[in-house]
């Protein structure tokens, strides 16, 4: 939610803060000599807002998280700031017709950027797409865990001194555990996310996911065996675009509501949990080790 510049009286300066608006409002217009000039600037949010948005996620309890370079999971939580006492980021979702709907957000710094260092740095693969072919053929890492913290640990742990690791190698372990283990360190850290979230008193029945990495559909399905609840792939994977147009389009009275954003994503896939909850307690426990073992605080 952004605002517009405000002038004040004769002769008192402009204000140095925008006057606040609601996500879909009257920004102005595009400057001239700009491609469009001239349309109308109806629809402003952030990157994560707008996908939250864009995955019609406008009800509390509903979630989206967005996998890229790192991975932000944001969980609406209605009229009511929810206040968190787990190191996470308590937020302004969105705000229409003067009434605010607040957020808890939980940030990972390195989600696809793991996959991208074993493609560029290690060369264990050739491709981010070969990853989801590597964990086909050997969907067991045998122990081994990748804790990529390489630029520190985000939520919900907040070590930026924390430094990645592969823990749990063998004679045994090869390139393909290490891959594996890769992929599922994205679905334990948002099970850290998701975890924390819960200790703040929410609950979540469905995770819905988009970004590049959602591609993969065995990351998701092992996510889904990780949090114990069904993730849900959209049919549109970008949806930070379609919240920001769906704001403006809302705006200028093209869409009566934002109800039709659920449909307009649809869902590609759902993913259902199936691991057995000692398998899944047995996992994650050994994730807690590993990441206890890289921090420093």
């Not at 742990?157 to 063998?170: E, S, V």
């Not at 970008?238 to 009275?253: I, K, N, P, Q, W």
């Amino acid at each position: 939610m952004l605002g517009r510049g405000t002038a004040g009286a004769p002769g008192v300066p402009r204000a140095v803060l925008p006057e606040v608006l609601d996500s879909a409002a009257d920004f102005g217009t595009v400057q001239a000599g700009l491609p469009a000039a001239g349309a109308p600037i109806s629809g402003i949010a952030g990157d994560q807002q707008a996908a939250l948005i864009g995955q019609g996620c406008l009800a509390p309890g509903q979630a989206k998280s967005t996998y890229g370079t790192g991975c932000f999971l944001v969980l609406n939580t209605g009229a009511t700031p929810v206040r968190s006492h787990n190191r996470l980021l308590t937020t302004l979702a969105y705000r229409l017709d003067g009434r605010p709907a607040y957020a808890l957000e939980g940030s990972i710094f390195v989600a696809g950027a793991a996959i991208k260092w074993l493609r560029d740095a290690l060369g264990l693969i050739a491709s981010a797409a070969e990853s989801e072919q590597v964990a086909l053929r050997a969907p067991d890492p045998g122990g081994v865990y990748l804790v990529p913290a390489f630029t520190g640990l985000g939520a919900p742990h907040w070590d930026p001194a924390a430094r990645g690791a592969i823990l749990g190698l063998t004679r045994d372990s090869g390139a393909e555990a290490i891959v594996t283990a890769a992929l599922q360190s994205v679905a334990y850290q948002t099970r850290d996310l998701l975890d924390a979230m819960a200790r703040d008193g929410t609950t979540l029945d469905v995770l819905r996911v988009d970004g590049g990495m959602a591609a993969s559909s065995w990351m998701l399905r092992f996510m889904a065996d990780m949090l114990g609840i069904p993730v849900s792939r959209p049919r549109i994977t970008e949806a930070t675009a379609l919240g920001a147009a769906s704001l403006a389009g809302y705006r200028l009275g093209m869409l009566p509501s934002l109800d039709h954003l659920t449909a307009q994503c649809g869902e590609d896939r759902r993913f259902l949990p199936a691991m057995p909850e000692p398998e899944r307690a047995r996992l994650y426990a050994g994730w807690l080790d590993a990441v206890a073992r890289v921090r420093t605080t």
